[in-house]
């Protein structure tokens, strides 16, 4: 095995620039760019390709080629940066301009090329070259240093094959946990979904607005020199069901707070606004105050009035599928763009006599126990395909997984 300098072994070209005017809905001139190399696989996908006008004549040494390497230069994530992935078809797409295509040269496999790419020694080597810096491009003369360890072309492929078939081994257990993991996050929402929707005698219908108040966040701005206070704002929901204190901003406000915009114990605060529509009516439950806390002028504040209803079983109430559903639908069926009080006021709700939702909750968080259990059973479990398939890769480039299978080789044939 030898070492080279990546720039020895693949020759690099730089993509097609274009303007922003010149992109259109459709036509036949597409354009690959970094969104379509995938972040875990380095696998080409075709899901958001871009399109510029058929009026331009594009140079063949802007299309990616079969065997080729496609490369992202440039991103406004340092975690892009450096990403590879395979052009293992024909197909006759542009590269852009922040890309750039990587053309092994002769006796170099275009897979092994690419497997030695996905490697960590390549992943340090990126991480090196942005590390503590403010950096969003690289250049090919910085990748051309890049150590490749190489062998004899029949070596590369046998290596390949090796890592082929592992890969797509670690691949499907991947997608295996994936999926298991899915189910587990999908096993306590199915159950929230039956508890609310398999109601017995006694459960009382309403309303929102005939159980509780609401009141719109506050809003402040970076000029504002009154009293400091945490706030409650959109970044803090997340998955969370409770109000994570530990991460909440500090902000200034315009004089002193008003008592009207002071959380309390058992208060439920709801996504009222979002660029992501999905995102509204998301909930979360304050818990016990330490430090005066407000919410943001993006969120509205709910807070119960009828001394029946457990605010526990309320948040788990609205934090179900179906009742987001209801949400963030207006009574046309169309999604909304913001979430008011009127709609809130209307929503409808259900619960059984205090101590029945006491009980329910307590079954309710005792198989959610158990659900974030097994997603982190699972998540574990991804993490250590993860350290595998680097192992494997890290074993293949350092000659060390070949040796293996020839001496396991070996052995079969002295036995």
Not at 159 to 171: K, R
């Amino acid at each position: 095995m030898t070492v080279l300098p990546m720039g020895d072994v693949c020759d690099f070209s730089r993509g097609l620039t274009y303007k922003k005017s010149d992109e259109v809905s459709e036509s036949n001139n597409a354009v690959l760019r970094a969104n379509n190399i995938t972040l875990e696989t380095g696998k080409i996908n075709f899901d958001e390709i871009k399109y510029i006008s058929d009026d331009i004549k594009i140079p063949e040494s802007k299309k990616v080629k079969k065997g080729s390497l496609l490369i992202c230069t440039a991103s406004g994530s340092k975690k892009h940066l450096g990403k590879i992935g395979l052009i293992d078809s024909d197909i006759d797409f542009a590269y852009g301009g922040f890309m750039g295509m990587l053309t092994p040269k002769n006796n170099v496999d275009s897979r092994y090329l690419y497997w030695v790419t996905q490697s960590k020694a390549y992943f340090d080597f990126i991480q090196r070259l942005t590390d503590g810096a403010n950096i969003n491009n690289l250049k090919f003369s910085q990748l051309t240093n890049f150590p490749v360890p190489m062998h004899a072309l029949e070596e590369q492929k046998r290596i390949v094959a090796i890592l082929d078939q592992a890969c797509a081994d670690i691949e499907q257990a991947r997608a295996k946990t994936e999926q298991n993991l899915k189910n587990a996050r999908e096993l306590f929402e199915s159950y929230l979904q039956q508890v609310f929707s398999q109601r017995g005698e006694g459960w009382t219908e309403t309303n929102l607005g005939a159980v509780a108040e609401f009141k719109n966040g506050l809003n402040f701005s970076q000029s504002s020199k009154g009293e400091k206070l945490k706030v409650v704002g959109v970044k803090d929901f997340k998955s969370n069901f409770m109000v994570p204190f530990e991460q909440l901003d500090t902000i200034q406000i315009d004089g002193d707070l008003s008592e009207s915009y002071e959380l309390k114990e058992n208060d439920i605060i709801t996504v009222r606004s979002n660029g992501n529509k999905r995102l509204i009516g998301r909930c979360l439950l304050m818990g016990n105050l330490v430090n005066k806390t407000s919410y943001s002028g993006f969120t509205i504040r709910i807070r119960l009035e009828d001394k029946s209803v457990f605010a526990r079983f309320l948040a788990y109430y609205l934090k179900s599928s179906s009742t987001h559903e209801l949400l963030i639908n207006s009574g046309e069926g169309a999604n909304i763009s913001n979430l008011n009080q009127k709609i809130l006021t209307s929503l409808p709700v259900a619960f059984p006599h205090f101590d029945k939702q006491v009980q329910l909750v307590n079954c309710i968080e005792k198989v959610e126990a158990e659900s974030q259990e097994l997603e982190k059973v699972y998540a574990n479990k991804l993490k250590t395909i993860d350290v595998l398939k680097k192992s494997i890769l890290q074993k293949a480039f350092s000659g060390e997984l070949t040796k293996t299978l020839e001496d396991e080789a070996n052995k079969g044939a002295v036995a």
